[in-house]
């Protein structure tokens, strides 16, 4: 028992007469290992990425909710009316008139 732990950490297993197979296999579990970092690398790159995408989603709503309130302030009788008065406009004091065409047929 003692021998085989002392070959084992000599590495004596790397230069024995079966050797390849040993060598084969920690190329395979190395490799193995190498993708599986990648992959997890990979994955949490994307979650970071949703996360910064999803907080921009959320500022964009807010920007939007935001101007879509001025847009309906501004559009009141009440604001374009101020507004056109510092222009010099007035409110018309005679109401408009419906004007009616009638077609004949024929």
Do not use: C
Not at 1 to 16: I, Q, T
Not at 31 to 38: G, P, Q, R
Request: proline share 4%; glycine share 4%.
């Amino acid at each position: 028992m003692k021998k085989g732990f002392l070959d084992l950490l000599k590495g004596k297993f790397l230069v024995s007469g079966d050797a390849p197979k040993n060598w084969l296999f920690i190329i395979y579990a190395s490799s193995l290992a190498t993708v599986m970092i990648a992959s997890s690398h990979s994955a949490d790159r994307k979650v970071h990425q949703v996360a910064e995408l999803n907080e921009e989603v959320r500022e964009l709503r807010s920007e939007f909710v935001d101007m879509r309130s001025d847009v309906q302030r501004l559009k009141l009788e009440s604001t374009v009316t101020n507004y056109v008065e510092k222009k010099g406009l007035t409110p018309s004091e005679t109401p408009p008139k419906k004007i009616v065409v009638k077609t004949f047929a024929e």
